[in-house]
Structures are given as C-alpha cells and as structure tokens.
C-alpha cells in the first residue's frame, strides 16, 4: 500500500507541475497567433497513449510515461525533432515566422507559470491559515545523527541568534536563505549559558543525506484526550498529564513516546507521568507541571497495534497572524523570491563543489518518497511540497542548456541578436546533443536514487 501511495502522489504532484508548465507555453503561444499542434501530459513515444482528443487544431492527451509533458508548436525544434517544415516558407503561424520577443516569451511561458504556480500556493496557504510564528523560547528537539546534533546542538536547547543577529522565531532560525548563506553560525542557549555552533562544509549535503533538517520546537507529551476502552484510561492516565518517562527512559517530546510504545505492542510498559489540575480557560504550562505536580507510575501494555489511546494535546508557543489579501500576496511572493534564491544558490554550491552533487540532487525515486512524505503529514505540507517542486523546475528549465527552455532561449536571443535565422540542421543538432546530455543525466540521477535510497 505505501508503495501505491508514494507512485499515486508522484504522479499528482508531476501531473500538477507539468501541466502548470506546458500551460504557459501553450497560453503564450496562443497569445501571439502561433498553431499549436499538441499538448501532452506525459510523454506518448512509440504512440502508447492514455487519452487523446482533438479539438479544433490542437491534440490534447496524456502520454504513458509520466515523467514530464510537451506543448509541439508549429514551425519549432522541440522534443520532437520535427523537420517537416524545413523545405518550406515560414506559414505565419509558425514560431519561427514570429518576432524574436514573441518567441522568448513563449519559450519563458513555461518558467513563469511554475513560479506564478508557487506564489499561489503560498498566498493561498498565508491567506487560509496566516503566517504562522513560533517563539524560540519553544526548545529544541535535535534528531541523533542529524547535522544540528554533529554541530554540538542538544534537545532543550533554545536559539538566540544566527550570524550574529537576534532571533525571534523558529521561522527565522531556519529560513532556508539563512540555511543556504555562504557562512552559517548560531548562538545558542546551552543550560543557563549561551555557546556559538557552526554549520560544517557541505552543510545542505548532510541535510539531504539525512533526508531533513533534523531540528524542531520540542513537543511536550501532553495528554490531550484519553480514548474510552483503550489501555491508558484502564491504567488511570489522565487528559492534561505530561509523560516524564517510560521504561525509565526519560522523555522530552512527543515522538519519544509514540516511538517507544509502538515498539513494545502488547508489551507491559512503565510509564511515569505528571499531573496538575488544570485551570479552566488558561494555557497549559509544562514548565509548572513540572515543578508543582504530583507524580504517577503506571503499568500499561499497548494493544496489538501498539497504541495506548491517548492524544496529543498543543503546547507549543505558536501565532498565526492573519494578513488579509494584500498582506499575504507580498508574503507569498517574498516566499517565493527567497525560494528561488535558496534554489540558485544551491546550484551554485553544487556546481562549485561545495556541495556533494549525488547527495544534493534527487531523481523520480527521491521525489516520489518526498511527495508521500509530504502528503502523509497532511495538505498543507503536500502543498509546500508542490510549491518548492515547482520552484525547482523552474530554475532547472531556465538553465541555459540545449534541450530545455534556457537553451532554446539562448538559440532564439542569438538569432535576434545575429537578425538571422541559424541554420536548421545546426538547431537540430544542439537539439539532439542536448537530449543525449539530459537522457544521459536522467540516467546517472536515476542510478543514484536506488544506490543511494
């Protein structure tokens, strides 16, 4: 069934960003009276088709490899490598036959549709849930073996600066235009005295190797509900009780205790647990709990799934700042600009070698266990997911590479520049070489994938 998950979220996630993409290059490509001859939703070689229709001069259709989609305009060398039209006089419907800035235009349609994609994503997000602030007096709860905890980072620690700048928030403590800076370093609060850490070389490599960042607010095991007929109320656990330990583990954060009961399905477990009687209408304060409430040990054994019954209930110190419809169109482009920005640079790290390119880049197998990830958290990760999926092909596409939009860029401006059309059989073969490097990539990455899941 997980198996069936992570392909069906794949496929919605590329479904999505593909036909956001070739949308551009069709809208534009109608804008300026061009013929569009089809547009396709995954690639249909060899014929082997899911759906085709045609309407009016346009075929419409889904292909059987969904790993990407084309708009075939009339006139132009694309994916296809048709040369139909080489014997013959420019129709003016055809993109060679149009001005060069209509041409460029076309060719960016498809780039800007997946950043405009992006931006909506995140307005929509800001603009139904509002922007979301979580204080750093929240501590940390730090992963084992995670970067954050090879940089000297412990569980309880709280952040107070980054790169010498006070810090309020978790959002800016990991702000990914912060995490992708040239020079990285945090102060932090260690017990009752601040200590510097300092992010390693290759420091987003390890955060892919790691497959996450590592690092979060702590989420203090709080007791929210306790289901009816299930082994923690039979045992006297309480709504409102904070779990101290387990087994005598102690434990700080939610995930300990999911983790530690799971595993020990049907099982006698110790657990040790705190209680106040809480104040109707005030905050729950863990901090207090600790201090001033009675202490309890209980026996429970877990069912056959490993569950007790019991709920979390949310302590965390978080705000959701509602910015109304112009307030949020400026946070989701500045989100997206910062997006961006953190894209490029990692490429540029990749590219200097500063970051290891088989740890930073990911294949279809990589995306598609992220995709499940994500939508396995909820909507709104899934979302955010698609959002950055989106940002990142348009950064790729606009790479100045034969094959992909940047190159047809480039051919196209040179053309402009030159106030010529190059040669066909030249275009042909940039075209061809530039597919062969793509394929020959796709390859490489796909291999890395499944060496290193």
């Not at 490429?347 to 930073?360: H, N, V």
């Not at 051919?411 to 793509?438: D, F, H, S, T």
Request: glycine share 10%.
């Amino acid at each position: 069934m997980d198996a069936l998950n992570t392909v069906f979220f794949f496929i919605v996630a590329i479904f999505i960003l593909v036909t956001a993409h070739e949308l551009g290059h069709f809208l534009t490509a109608k804008l300026f009276g061009m013929r569009v001859d089809k547009f396709y939703i995954g690639f249909d070689f060899f014929e082997m088709r899911i759906w085709k229709k045609k309407i009016g001069e346009t075929e419409y259709g889904v292909g059987v490899f969904p790993l990407g989609g084309y708009v075939k305009i009339a006139g132009m060398v694309d994916e296809s490598l048709d040369t139909g039209f080489q014997n013959s006089e420019p129709e003016p419907w055809e993109f060679r036959a149009k001005p060069v800035w209509q041409r460029l235009i076309v060719l960016a349609g498809g780039v800007a549709m997946n950043l405009i994609l992006s931006a909506v994503i995140f307005i929509g997000l800001t603009l139904a849930l509002g922007e979301s602030r979580t204080n750093v007096s929240n501590p940390a709860f730090v992963e084992k073996g995670s970067v954050f905890a090879s940089m000297g980072m412990q569980t309880g620690d709280r952040f107070v600066a980054a790169n010498g700048k006070t810090l309020e928030s978790w959002e800016q403590a990991l702000d990914p235009e912060l995490l992708t800076s040239q020079h990285l370093s945090y102060t932090v609060k260690h017990d009752s005295r601040e200590i510097t850490i300092t992010a390693p070389a290759g420091f987003m490599s390890k955060i892919n190797t790691n497959k996450g960042i590592g690092i979060r607010p702590i989420v203090p095991p709080v007791v929210d509900e306790v289901l009816q007929k299930m082994p923690a109320r039979a045992a006297g656990i309480k709504s409102g009780a904070l779990i101290t330990a387990i087994n005598g583990t102690q434990v700080s954060d939610w995930t300990e205790v999911v983790s530690i009961i799971s595993s020990n399905a049907a099982k006698p477990i110790i657990v040790e647990w705190q209680y106040l009687e809480p104040v109707k209408g005030a905050a729950v304060d863990v901090a207090k709990i600790l201090t001033e409430g009675h202490r309890f040990t209980t026996s429970v054994i877990p069912d056959q799934s490993g569950k007790i019954g019991i709920s979390l209930k949310q302590t965390l110190d978080t705000q959701r700042r509602k910015l109304g419809v112009a307030g949020s169109i400026v946070s989701g482009v500045n989100q997206t600009w910062k997006m961006c920005v953190m894209t490029v640079q990692g490429f540029g790290k990749i590219a200097s070698g500063q970051e290891d390119f088989r740890k930073s880049v990911g294949g279809p197998i990589k995306i598609a266990k992220i995709a499940n990830q994500s939508a396995e958290q909820g909507p709104v990760s899934f979302l955010y997911f698609l959002s950055m999926l989106s940002i990142s092909l348009a950064i790729i596409n606009i790479l100045p590479v034969p094959a992909l939009d940047g190159g047809q860029f480039v051919l196209n401006a040179i053309e402009g520049i030159i106030r010529r059309e190059l040669p066909l059989n030249v275009k042909i073969r940039i075209q061809q070489i530039g597919m062969a490097l793509l394929l020959s990539l796709f390859a490489y990455i796909l291999i890395n994938d499944i060496l290193n899941p």
